[in-house]
């Protein structure tokens, strides 16, 4: 804890032969750092705009955030590794941002849905998504998901998060609030 700010940073380490491994190391090193900075910089105004709306110091010393960066990993094979990098900062609000790799380390390369599910992966997606939304309306026609029209889903692209699970499923996931209000939380919808 350092100024009212509680880290709890755990970053992965992709090892492998060729490029590959560096590039997401890095990448993930430069998230995390800016992460960090932002969580500061999203401390400060906080304190700035307590204090200027007559918050006093003894109400402020006992305000703390939480900074978190975590990881998952989701499989793992000897030469395909799919996880989940997670940055996340609570306090007044929580919000948390994720971040996917899919990596053949023996081909030193990113994997694709279309590596995964085909030539035809955007209408599998897309068709297999779409029926997992129209399943979430309950019976008095309310769901969490924004029509597409309104900013709802509409199709996936080669910018979709996903990861694979063990059992060799893909998820397809969407950024908190992109497709459906906040308490849907975090959109993921299994590819069968």
Known sequence: TQDGIHYDVCVPQVEA????????NDAIENR???????AQRDWDDYREAFFATGG???????????VIVNYEVKSQTDSRVSFVVS??????????ERYYYNLD????????????LGEDWVEVCNAAIQKQIDESVDEEGFTFFFPADQGGF??????????????GTVVVCFPEYSIAAGAAGIPEFPIA
């Not at 032969?17 to 997401?24: F, I, K, S, T």
């Not at 380390?105 to 995964?116: S, V």
Request: hydrophobic share 35%; charged share 35%.
């Open 56 to 66: 006093t110091e003894e109400e402020w010393a006992g305000r703390e955030m939480d």
């Open 17 to 24: 032969v060729g490029d590959l491994a560096q590039v997401v």
């Open 154 to 167: 509409t199709t996936v692209d080669e910018s979709t998060g996903f990861y694979v699970r063990e059992d």
């Open 105 to 116: 380390l023996a081909e030193d390369r990113d994997l694709t849905l279309r590596d995964y």
């Open 87 to 96: 940055f996340g900062e609570g306090w007044v609000s929580a919000m948390e």
């Open 32 to 38: 995390v750092q800016r992460h960090l900075l932002k």
